[in-house]
């Protein structure tokens, strides 16, 4: 094992037992997705980083992402998220498109993060968006999703739980603080980290920030006012909404949820494992009403939120909400081979059942029998074909079950018929 080359840091290497988790949890997010009547897209890999910069924040730009030139000298990036390049193609093809849109995605990002337990460099991410309606509904259309995916993994109400809160009830509150507008996002950002910094770290960086002790002090006053809600209209119809469709006991106000990304404008929300140790936002998002118009687009609201695989497979773990025959075979018939001379025809048998839509491995090569067998036991499979000279002679073959020992001489025109039905039979 010497000189052997180990993984760049950040990333994972995705063997066929957790790939087959990966996949089942994609299969939910396609699920759900298509419940609600929601279109899948995909965007490049490869953006300028011009796309993030305006909006995304300068932490984004400056210290996540994977920036480099190109041969032309133009500095791009691997997407670090998806929402600017959705922008972006919407905006392109804005006069083309039918509003409102519902998009969703998963795929791969990249952050230059320091990797921990809930976080890596490389990870995929759900993104789904609601694009061209500016209603609270259409934002409790999106928790609604998030719930009913909870719902679908077998998670519960006293697991996991969706903050939300209204970035233009904090403004309000801010103003009222004497906090100008513009010194208003560096607040928002202050506010994103409160949760994850000391209690003197954090006033010490607000007063770095311009805040005085009284602006301070009525900050903090603002995060622990869990009524604040109803000074907005906009939250309440939210929670009117889900009592109205049975989601509310998944939802609670919390006034500390603020999101970093700049491009936020009103409804912000993230979900969070209340009844386990992952301290990480399971997903986060909100409505951002203008970035259609930062890509070069006609102002359209839209809402969405993200989702890394990363912490929801942590949690999923945790409870147990992963189902353990998740791992399949690769296939459910083994046609074995019996010699030089039998080979090509056990070969053409595998390729006929094939052509029926059963899923069929060999071994390409000859060797023992016991051999073969092992290889097909150790992998699962339930049943194994025997085609030997003399089955050949008689144009029949031996099916045997690797579960019970079983086995049947089978006329080979008979075959994919007969195996069809021993495999519908479960």
Known sequence: MKNMI????????????????????????????????????????????????????????????????????????????????????????QKQLIFPLRWWSFGPFWRYEKPQKGRSREFYQWNIDLIGVNTPQADAELIAIIVNFFQELGLDSKQVKIFVNDRLLMESELNLLGIPSTQQPAVFRLIDRREKMAAADWERYSLEEGLTQQQIGGVKSILDNKDLWKKSENLITIFDTLKAINLINFVEYDPNIIRG???????????????????RSILGGGRYDNLLADVGGEQVPAVGF????????????????????????????????????????????????????MNVITYPEVVNLNKQLKFADRMKIKYAIFLGPDEIAQSVCTLKSLSNGSQEKIPLSEVPARLSQILDEG
């Open 6 to 93: 180990t993984p760049v840091k950040g990333t994972r290497d995705f063997y066929p037992e957790i790939k087959a988790v990966h996949s089942w949890l994609y299969s939910k997010v396609r699920k759900v997705s298509e419940r609600y009547g929601y279109q899948e897209y995909e965007g490049p890999f490869l953006e300028s980083i011009d796309l993030y910069a305006a909006k995304s924040g300068e932490e984004l730009v400056k210290e996540q992402s994977f920036v480099f030139p190109d041969r032309g000298g133009d500095l791009i990036t691997l997407r670090p998220e998806l929402t600017p390049t959705l922008a972006r193609m919407v905006a392109q093809r």
């Open 261 to 279: 990304l700049d491009y936020y404008t009103a409804t912000v929300f993230e979900a969070k494992d209340i009844g386990g140790t992952v301290r």
């Open 306 to 357: 993200a989702m890394g695989d990363v912490v929801i497979s942590l949690i999923l773990e945790n409870y147990g909400c992963i189902p353990p025959q998740i791992f399949n075979p690769p296939a459910s018939v083994f046609v074995t081979t019996f010699s030089n001379e039998t080979l090509l025809a056990s070969l053409s048998l595998a390729e006929t059942l094939r052509a029926q839509g």
